[in-house]
């Protein structure tokens, strides 16, 4: 049997995207019978976590798997067990898949080269966050009406990017989607060498409406930035970074990976407006992680043979 | 006086010696001067009122990027009024005032405030200097981008250099966000312990001093970071040798300028010797290898130019003991005529690089002025350079009276300044005045 990790979406393919979306619609649709059957998950949280967590135990649940959770409070985790140590217990344990959260970047390929299980990266540090990235284009791509109107559209990735994990996996989905791609955030925020994915950084997200992005792509703004050191106030980055009403014409679309920071990154009438994204995002974690899990373990060959 | 359309009429600033780098001028003509812009220049310029400048030098308006009027908070010591006239009587045309009032100019109320009182109370261009920490306290940024929008120019820390260089880092990538430039002063904090320059001086008076390297290592690292985030910086009061060079290794390397003051180039820490606290300034009085080490980089275009660091203080902050008083020199009124005696009369820099110094390179660095292309915003300095004046308290326009040429006797005298067209200052009076 066939195990893949999950571990980035960076250099991911057209094809791959549109494959795994594909199984995840199946997996919505309930055309897949319990594919994980006999199977065990080990979803492993060394950060705290709730529609991840939520959404990877819900996914592993309907397909059949079982399913162990360990979490920072009342695990080995808890008592300074090394991530290395805790992963090949849970091999030993005849884990078929790891689902991993970790506050380090590329903790999830360390997991991986120590198991034989599949490590499924649910976020590492600033590194990658690959299902959340496939969960956004699921449901932009329901949004557009398809995979392939997702080719050509414009997003405007808003916010804290230095600190995300969850724009360095869209970037790249986004792209290999087909869709055009800027940044909008102060310097403070952006990687020094914002260059090195060869996009444009626009001053606002009015500056984004103009560039004519159909997509507002918002990032949290995590509680400790907001103390001055690298933006001025709430009420200067509400005002050239916050999504606000007046962006809504037009028919654009706005997402974030949430939680939200409600008057911050996304004014309070707009995080449940009609063109918010924000509630199908969520509803789309569960569909898409049964798939990748499905993939993960093989379970999906399975199913099709 | 209006012509007949109703609009002021044109001015002619008849025989001056118009000398202006920028353009390359250098020569006795006419200057026409219409709508409030320099119209043409040429000989025998005829049509509307005159102004005869005959014996006169005319140069681009001289700029100004360091000054502290006072205002808010201390208009005992200087106000927009008084810090404007006492500008004006130098030959500015436009300043930069600084943040470091009370309240400190770190929000956009204050700003605009202030952009509004400039309107109707100075009487030659004047830039806000927004801070670049709140309160000037290199902790939280301010909002530079909605300062930006109320109207300040620039950001700066003047008066206090910023104490770390990760805080400062992130305060250029936001300047540079918010598209301001930032002026910085550098004063390291844990070697600038004292009030005068560490030197011999300072050893022989028992004077605390605070060495060389507080400015240098200062310096070194706004060159760096500069470099590294591709900011806009503004290097002001270089004072030592050592800084002048790395700045000068930084050209090209970093979008960075720097100014040094009259004072660096005139003076030296030998003053220390007087322990009067008239003298106490910030960075302090160097030693004479400094000051010609600082005159040689002014020389050379290493710095690119001179902003006075106009300080005024009341009397009873600056007639201390050196340890008590107040840092800080007034410096607008006899910024050109102490540079001239000093430097150009005995020749170490030629008259055109100080009129590129006071004036085309600050006026290229604040935008528009400092030359007298056509089309430009009429922004003239008469100088009459044979004039020989004292340096008296009742000389000055400023509130204040710390300037450290006070008794001296300079040559080379303002005779009028023009700001947009209009006489905002005029030493001569009656001669000077305009024919229609």
Known sequence: METRDFLTLENVERGDLRST?????????????????????????????????????LAARRSGADVISLSEKGSAIAKGESLIDTVVTLDRLGADAIVLRHPAAGAAALAARHTTAAVINAGDGCGQHPTQALLDLYTLGDALGGFDELSGTRVAIVGDVLHSRVARSVIPAFRAAGMEIALVAPRTL?????????????????????????????????????????IPSISEYARFYGVARRHLEEGVLVMHPGPVNRGVEISGDVVLDGSSLIPAQVAAGTAVRSAVLALATGAAHEVAA | MNGRDGRPADLIVRHAHVLDPSIGLDGVTDVRISGGRIAEIGDGLRGGRELDA??????PGFVDVHAHWRTP???????????????????????????????????????SGLARRVEKESSVRAHISAALHMG??????????????????????????????????NGMLYAKTAGLPVILHCEDHSLATGVVHDGTFAALAGIPGSPASAEDAATATALVLAAETGAKVHITHVSTALSAALVGFFKGRADVTSDTTPHHLTLTDELVCTLEGLYRVNPPLRPDNDRRGVTEALRDGVLDFVATDHAPHASEEKELPLEEAAPGFLGHETAFAALYTELVLNRTIPLSR??????????????????????????????????????????????????????RRLTGRVAGTIVGGALVYDHVGARFGIRS
């Open chain 1, 21 to 57: 979306l594909g199984l995840a619609r199946a997996c919505a649709e309930g055309r897949l019978r319990e594919p994980l059957a006999g199977k065990t998950v080990c979803l492993a949280f060394f950060e705290a976590s709730t529609r991840t967590a939520v959404s990877f135990e």
């Open chain 1, 190 to 230: 952006l990687p020094l060498d914002a260059g090195a994915w060869n996009l444009p950084v626009l001053p606002s997200v009015d500056g984004a409406v103009e560039w004519g992005a159909g997509v507002l792509y918002a990032l949290r703004l995590q509680k400790e930035r907001m103390t001055g050191a690298r």
């Open chain 2, 54 to 59: 005959d014996g006169l030098h005319l140069f």
């Open chain 2, 73 to 111: 908070g201390r208009e005992d010591e200087e106000d927009i009024e008084s810090g404007s006239a006492a500008a004006a009587a130098g030959g500015f045309t436009s300043v930069v005032m600084m943040p470091n009032t009370d309240p400190v100019v770190d929000r956009p109320v204050i700003v």
């Open chain 2, 136 to 169: 000037l306290e290199g902790e939280r940024l301010t909002e530079m981008r909605l300062l930006k929008e109320a109207g300040a120019f620039c950001v700066s820390d003047d008066g206090l250099g910023t104490a770390s260089a990760g805080v400062l880092r």
């Open chain 2, 354 to 407: 100080l009129v590129e110094a006071v004036s085309c390179g600050p006026g290229r660095w604040v935008g528009g002025a400092g030359s007298l292309r056509v089309g430009s915003p009429a922004d003239l300095t008469l100088v009459d350079l044979s004039e020989e004046w004292n340096v008296e308290r009742g000389a000055l326009l400023s509130r204040s009276s710390n300037s450290p040429h006070l008794g």
